[in-house]
């Protein structure tokens, strides 16, 4: 059984930072990307960032601020989230597949884990 399963989120100030993990079971992702969307109150859920094969890929919304990695060996990714704004307030749900950069493309999900930021 296949499972992301996420971890790090929370509540922060204004200008605060964050690391999300995600850490694949059941399989690996190793030849896959994996990455982030994230869901706000009221919206669509929307591409955050992804990685895969070295290439990284990011929302304008969060460029200069977000770094995504990842741990190949441990089928871990990883969100840094820099200068953060209320406006990131959101689910962040964790993305793995062959494709991650949309979010019908999606092949596996984490459960999602919440990043408040207040002002």
């Known amino acids: 059984q296949v499972q992301l399963v996420e971890?790090?989120?929370?509540?922060?100030?204004?200008?605060?930072?964050?690391?999300?993990s995600c850490a694949a079971s059941g399989r690996t992702f190793r030849n896959d990307g994996m990455g982030w969307f994230r869901q706000a109150p009221g919206k669509e859920r929307e591409f955050v960032a992804?990685?895969?094969?070295?290439?990284?890929?990011?929302?304008?919304?969060?460029?200069?601020?977000?770094?995504?990695?990842?741990?190949?060996?441990?089928?871990t990714v990883y969100l840094q989230m820099n200068s953060l704004k209320p406006e990131d307030t959101a689910v962040y749900y964790c993305a793995a597949g062959a494709d991650v950069l949309s979010v019908n493309s999606v092949s596996y999900w984490g459960q999602g884990t919440q990043v408040t930021v207040s002002s």
């Open 7 to 20: 971890s790090g989120g929370g509540l922060v100030q204004a200008g605060g930072s964050l690391r999300l």
């Open 50 to 75: 992804a990685r895969k094969w070295g290439i990284t890929s990011y929302a304008n919304s969060v460029k200069g601020r977000f770094t995504t990695s990842r741990d190949i060996v441990r089928d």
